[in-house]
């Protein structure tokens, strides 16, 4: 008897092993992905572009707070703004049968096969911020970026007296923020025939970018009058360049609101910024995700209110 089922305990050891052999690199135990349906709870993925800016963490504790009021498991992937590790990450929360996916993409065109194959196993979508390109989602929740960069752009020109030398700091090249905010703010200025654009140039969404971009533009351009930055943390490392370069006078416009951003504002340094309220956008996307679970409609734009903060 012990020579029959020696043999047989062994087989099944050995299939248990390879089966674990193909999880992969990064793939949650089979216990850790059927614990959220173990427990009968809504599991809802957020996929962020990059935890290391302030917006999109202010957006993930918006989520994480709606989600604990909900009853709602959230499971946080951080992107770090690598296109090619969002891809996995979101095949991560596929593997693991989320029901919801909320997506922020760090480029809007490089997730549309991701979120294809998500929709393809019944898992619904949500694109949070920005939005995606190629591929359709269940809903897409964010501000209207258009009508920031006009915002921007209108207070901009209105500090300026309707004409001077500007500057535009772009964010991450391909991503719906970058465009749009972009889109409303030449709305405005080029109509202008007093503006005259200086330097427009990216610098990815990122502080350090923003003060080194903006320190090279400087180089060639003494006479800045004006900057609008498509967030934040540029116009802040852009406030930071022309600090050091003994500037004065330059008014310069951010976006997002963030706290930084906003002391920034009541301090003097910063003249604006567009407030879009991220922690809304994570609440609001829980709240979808949790009617697509249950089978409900939803619109498939979800607008989030602008303000603008300003001196």
């Not at 793939?27 to 173990?38: G, K, V």
């Not at 391909?174 to 080029?190: I, Y």
């Amino acid at each position: 008897m012990n020579r029959i089922l020696t043999p047989l305990l062994a087989g099944a050891l050995a299939f248990g092993i390879a089966a674990c052999s193909k999880q992969g690199p990064g793939a949650a135990p089979a216990a850790e992905a059927s614990a959220a349906a173990a427990d009968g709870k809504i599991t809802v993925g957020l996929a962020v572009s990059t935890l290391n800016n302030p917006f999109f963490v202010e957006l993930r504790d918006g989520a994480a707070a709606e989600a604990k009021t909900q009853g709602v498991n959230l499971i946080t992937v951080d992107a770090q703004d690598d296109p090619a590790k969002q891809q996995s990450s979101v095949e991560d929360l596929i593997q693991k049968k989320v029901n919801v996916i909320l997506i922020n993409p760090t480029d809007s065109s490089a997730v549309a096969n991701v979120v294809k194959e998500a929709t393809s196993k019944g898992i619904k979508v949500v694109s949070l911020d920005r939005s995606v390109n190629g591929a359709e989602v269940s809903a897409h929740i964010a501000s209207d970026n258009i009508a920031g960069g006009m915002m921007a752009g209108k207070y901009l020109l209105e500090k300026l007296g309707g004409k001077g030398r500007i500057v535009e700091l772009e964010g991450i090249a391909g991503s719906s923020a970058t465009r749009e905010r972009g889109e409303g703010f030449h709305q405005v200025v080029d109509k202008m025939d007093g503006v005259k654009l200086l330097a427009k140039q990216p610098a990815d969404f990122d502080r350090a970018k923003g003060l080194s971009v903006m320190e090279n533009i400087i180089q060639g351009n003494k006479d800045i009058q004006g900057v609008f930055a498509h967030n934040d943390e540029m116009a802040l490392g852009a406030v930071k360049a022309i600090q050091a370069a003994g500037l004065k006078n330059v008014v310069v416009v951010g976006f997002d609101a963030t706290p930084d951003a906003v002391a920034a504002v009541k301090g003097g340094t910063l003249a604006a910024t567009v407030q879009q309220q991220p922690g809304l956008i994570g609440q609001y996307g829980v709240q979808t995700a949790k009617r697509l679970a249950e089978g409900q409609k939803v619109d498939k734009f979800i607008p989030v209110p602008l303000n603008l903060i300003k001196q």
